[in-house]
């Protein structure tokens, strides 16, 4: 007769509740500290992307120290441009402003008043009552202002990238050296930069394309400020399926409400941000990027809500790039490889399937 074999007690649930306990405090502590880590993170992602022309200008038999100097001008005097002239596109928007909100709540009334005209019941005054159409414009300038702070610690940033970017060229070595074996470390840091300095690459670029082109369709439909909507197209490409239709609100309806462009221009403007919007999110960035590399379309909304509790208006701006990192160091690691999957895309998961 054989005694029963006694029970082993349940450690899953235990684990459960205390990774579930170590992830609420480490929101917890990254939201304390998001003024601290919102700089951090964005010198991170500078320093990755700009490792490639660093490594690049290495093959051609450039000093490392040399080329880092190289990229660092290079992109200082890039963005120093840039943010001159857009500075002035601000100014000169923020100036017109009063008048555009003025010609809104114009056609505003004009278009309850119609409304009422044909049978529609509709008091104007009680509509404007509940809905002030002045909250519905003011959110462009609080946008704009949380992108100002962002250039405010562009000196910090700058700072943190370039450390980072010395930083980066003795890490190996520092890791070989701090590891008894630290052939697999390596391995695995390596196709975890690989892999994220691709996506933020080509990321980047697509929506550096994005606003290319916009910038081209505003100055061919004759729109006001079309280096502030390219800008803004740039900047909220990085925010997951509505960042592109809220880059489009703000020209389509100025160029609605000008009396020089009128509704047919702001259809022009609204289809070429359509087929751009379209064009290189859906048939570009895929087919660059590859399908692997994609997150579900639950999963990056989810991240545009908890990264935007998180960090703000920055969060919400870095998403799916965080989201993608988690998931690609996640990849990097064959004990949470399988948490990577739940993350992926629909045809991520196909391929995994059928490989």
């Excluded at 009680?126 to 946008?143: K, Y």
């Excluded at 929506?207 to 004759?222: K, P, R």
Aim: aromatic share 8%.
């Amino acid at each position: 007769m054989t005694r029963p074999e006694r029970k082993q007690p349940a450690t899953v649930p235990l684990n459960l509740m205390l990774t579930l306990a170590a992830l609420v405090v480490i929101i917890a502590g990254m939201r304390a500290g998001a003024d601290l880590l919102v700089p951090l993170l964005l010198s991170l992602f500078i320093a990755v992307v700009c490792s490639a022309p660093i490594h690049a200008l290495q093959r051609w038999g450039v000093h490392p120290r040399l080329a880092v100097w190289l990229t660092l001008v290079v992109l200082g005097a890039l963005i120093s441009l840039l943010a001159f002239l857009l500075a002035n596109s601000v100014d000169t928007f923020v100036e017109a402003l009063p008048g555009i909100q003025a010609t809104l709540e114009e056609y505003y009334f004009s278009a309850l008043t119609q409304l009422s005209s044909v049978g529609l019941d509709i008091d104007a005054n009680w509509v404007a009552g509940e809905m002030d159409i002045g909250q519905l414009v003011a959110w462009l300038p609080e946008l704009l202002s949380q992108m100002g702070n962002l250039l405010v610690q562009s000196l910090l940033v700058a700072l943190l990238a370039m450390f980072l970017l010395f930083e980066m060229l003795s890490f190996p070595a520092k890791i070989a050296n701090a590891l008894d074996n630290p052939a697999p470390s390596l391995r695995r840091f390596s196709q975890f930069n690989h892999t994220l300095k691709r996506y933020l690459a080509v990321k980047t670029l697509v929506s550096l394309t994005t606003g290319v082109l916009v910038w081209f369709a505003c100055l061919l439909t004759g729109s006001e400020f079309p280096l502030l909507w390219a800008v803004l197209a740039f900047a909220l490409n990085y925010i997951p399926n509505i960042g592109s239709a809220i880059a489009a609100v703000p020209p389509v309806l100025l160029m609605m409400v000008s009396p020089e462009s009128g509704a047919l221009k702001a259809l022009i403007l609204a289809g070429a941000y359509l087929v751009i919007n379209v064009v290189m999110g859906n048939l570009v960035e895929p087919r660059i990027m590859g399908r692997a590399l994609g997150l579900s379309t639950f999963v990056a909304f989810l991240s545009l809500v908890v990264w935007g509790w998180i960090f703000g208006t920055a969060g919400m701006l870095l998403s799916v790039v965080l989201t993608m990192t988690l998931k690609i160091a996640l990849e990097s690691h064959p004990q949470t490889i399988w948490l990577a999957r739940l993350l992926g895309s629909r045809e991520n998961a196909v391929t995994n399937g059928s490989s």
